[in-house]
């Protein structure tokens, strides 16, 4: 019984991570249009960052990306070993419960973060658009970093183990079993030819995406949240 217990475990954490890393095929167009996106993000951090210079200094200014840095790297090293986890997790199911942990756990660390910034660099008092304009700052340089490394892995450390695995794991007997029942078949052969076309830039440019949407969407609650007024006297 303990061995046919382990082993669903480890046939429904390995489906649900190998179907979750299937976004570079679903969004792998939109990866492309670097030009595009590029384009798209220069103009809602122009829209979100220029209203900010007449309620803050220069050294305000400065000060905020400055925590949003540093906060911004540290937040990349746990997305990155949640991206470790989850390439050492499509064959560990417990490595790729961590993984997910890691990630659910990721916008509350920065939100752990933004907290730290207002009691410690603005004395208990931040608004919601400073606020706010932290915490996406944070997610876009730990975007950066995170985008940077995947880069490297897979130009360079890759070599097709990930497009491997996904391949074995999804060609299992119990996931052909699985993909039948559910009629996904060719989608998932197709989502695979097209993962498979991808380049690491593609990867790189994706994750930043992803990272930086998250961020502005992340930000609403958690700058609504942390926001702080000065108490009138």
């Known amino acids: 019984m303990t061995g046919q217990s382990n082993e669903k475990t480890r046939f429904f954490f390995g489906s649900s991570l190998a179907y979750s890393y299937l976004w570079p095929a679903a969004v792998g167009t939109f990866a492309r249009k670097t030009q595009r996106k590029i384009t798209i993000f220069l103009w809602f951090f122009a829209r979100l960052f220029v209203p900010l210079h007449p309620i803050m200094t220069p050294q305000e200014y400065v000060q905020l990306k400055a925590f949003a840095r540093q906060d911004g790297a540290l937040l990349s090293l746990l997305w990155l070993a949640a991206f470790i986890c989850y390439v050492q997790g499509l064959t560990n199911p417990l490595l790729g419960m961590l993984a997910l942990g ?8 920065a939100a752990s973060r933004l907290r730290h910034f207002r009691n410690y660099a603005r004395e208990g008092i931040i608004s919601f658009a400073r606020g706010y304009a932290y915490y996406v700052l944070t997610f876009f340089y730990a975007g950066l970093l995170l985008a940077v490394a995947m880069y490297v892995y897979f130009a360079f450390i890759d070599s097709g183990h990930l497009m491997a695995t996904f ?39 994706n994750m930043l995406t992803i990272n930086i949407s998250a961020g502005f969407l992340l930000g609403l609650p958690f700058a609504a949240i942390m926001q702080r007024q000065a108490v009138k006297s």
């Not at 890691?102 to 660390?109: C, I, T, V």
């Not at 074995?168 to 060719?186: C, F, I, P, W």
Request: glycine share 2%; net charge negative; no cysteine.
């Open 167 to 205: 391949t074995e794991v999804l060609n299992s007997k119990e996931h052909r079993q699985l993909l039948d029942a559910y009629g996904m078949t060719e989608q998932v052969a197709q989502s695979l030819k097209e993962m498979a076309s991808l380049r690491p830039i593609d990867y790189a440019l």
């Open 102 to 109: 890691f990630m659910a756990y990721s916008p509350f660390y």
